[in-house]
Nanobody, 121 residues
Framework: QVQLVESGGGSVQAGGSLRLSCAVS????????MGWFRQAPGKEREGVAS????????YYADSVKGRFTISQDNAKNTVYLQMNSLKPEDTAMYYC??????????????WGQGTQVTVSS
């Protein structure tokens, strides 16, 4: 049974940093494409960052390039999203997802429950 559990969200002031974690169980995270997505109130879910199987390639939304970094720890079977220089527009529920392609929301099969990130100005 595939399970994804996010953590690390919280409230931070603009310019601050947070690191989100996605603990994976039921399969080996590095064997499949993993992604981070977010959804703000009243908006569609959008892709933020993704990492290919075995971490060979990473993909980022233009809005987060240079500020966010996706990575994975194979020993812990965990995927991370390091978020720096946070902006109020980064405020959203952040979701981890697995078995998809790039930043295409509809392509992902498994989703975590989400973790809230709130950035104040």
């Amino acid at each position: 049974q595939v399970q994804l559990v996010e953590s690390g969200g919280g409230s931070v002031q603009a310019g601050g940093s947070l690191r989100l974690s996605c603990a994976v169980s039921g399969y080996t995270a590095s064997s499949y494409h993993m992604g981070w997505f977010r959804q703000a109130p009243g908006k569609e879910r959008e892709g933020v960052a993704s990492i290919s199987a075995r971490g060979g390639f990473t993909y980022y939304a233009d809005s987060v390039k240079g500020r966010f970094t996706i990575s994975q720890d194979n020993a812990k079977n965990t995927v991370y999203l390091q978020m720096n220089s946070l902006k109020p527009e980064d405020t959203a529920m952040y979701y981890c997802a697995a078995f998809g392609v790039g930043l295409r929301v509809a392509s992902y099969d498994y989703w975590g429950q989400g973790t809230q990130v709130t950035v104040s100005s």
